[in-house]
């Protein structure tokens, strides 16, 4: 029938406050909480195969992130370790050696923060929880020289919310 959804293949772990991205042809999906713990675990989409293969792990456990993918490459932005830290950091994934190298340190750690493409190169960063408080702070990150700028604020601190860039 035209219009339906058929299911996918269910992901190999089960998880949750983990972030997707889209990367080689499928999906990239993110960290998360697998039940019990804060994961560092990632696992990738073939939607040819119908099928979730492992890749590469994160770094260190990472849960409430965002992700963007911009010139096919995978950004995973700040989020928080599942007990005392609330990350700084831009992630780059390379799915041609399926690895994780920090780039970029933002003004703050976040978790909870909303994120959006805008314009070609660059990523907007705002908000977030940073262990003590919700953020009004934003940052800019330029995807190609991986330079993090503040930027005007938001009026008020929050986190857990959405952003979206209008096309």
Not at 22 to 31: I, K, P, S, T
């Amino acid at each position: 029938q035209s219009g339906a959804i058929s299911p996918i293949a269910p992901m190999m772990d089960y998880r949750e406050a983990h972030v997707l991205a889209a990367v080689n042809g499928g999906v990239l999906a993110v960290g998360g909480f697998d039940g019990s713990a804060t994961t560092t675990s990632c696992e990738w989409y073939d939607p040819a195969m119908d099928m979730w293969m492992p890749a590469a792990s994160l770094p260190g456990p990472r849960q409430n992130a965002t992700a963007h993918t911009v010139n096919d490459d995978v950004f995973v932005i700040g989020g928080w370790d599942g007990d005392v830290t609330n990350y700084d950091d831009i992630l780059h994934y390379d799915a041609s050696t399926e690895g994780w190298t920090v780039v970029a340190t933002m003004s703050s750690g976040r978790s909870g923060h909303g994120s959006a493409v805008i314009g070609p190169d660059q990523i907007l960063i705002c908000g977030g929880y940073d262990g003590s408080a919700d953020l009004a702070s934003c940052d800019l990150f330029d995807v190609t020289t991986y330079a993090v700028e503040p930027v005007a604020p938001m009026a008020l601190g929050r986190s857990s919310f959405a952003m979206m860039a209008d096309p």
